[in-house]
């Protein structure tokens, strides 16, 4: 497997700021986090980055649902990052 980094793809490096909101209800009734990350990336001050998104953490469980102002967020469980 190759994993240099592709031709016209340039390297930079992104600097995250999260703040964390509201508990919100999942569509399973589970209890979940808002979240909102912001990315810095050092000399592309017009590059503006804002990721927002719903977090659940279970035990060693991490799993990450899209935000959408006025929809209930759900879980794709199918995607679980776990604490080593």
Known sequence: MDC???????DETFSWTY?????ITAADGAAAT??????VVPDRPDL?????SVIRIT?????FAEFVENE?????LRITYIKQ
């Open 19 to 23: 703040t964390v909101g509201e508990e």
């Open 48 to 52: 503006e980055l804002t990721v927002e």
């Open 59 to 63: 035990g060693v469980e991490l799993n």
């Open 34 to 39: 808002r979240m909102i990350a912001d990315a």
């Open 72 to 76: 209930v967020p759900a879980f794709d």
């Open 4 to 10: 240099a980094t592709p031709d016209g793809v340039a």
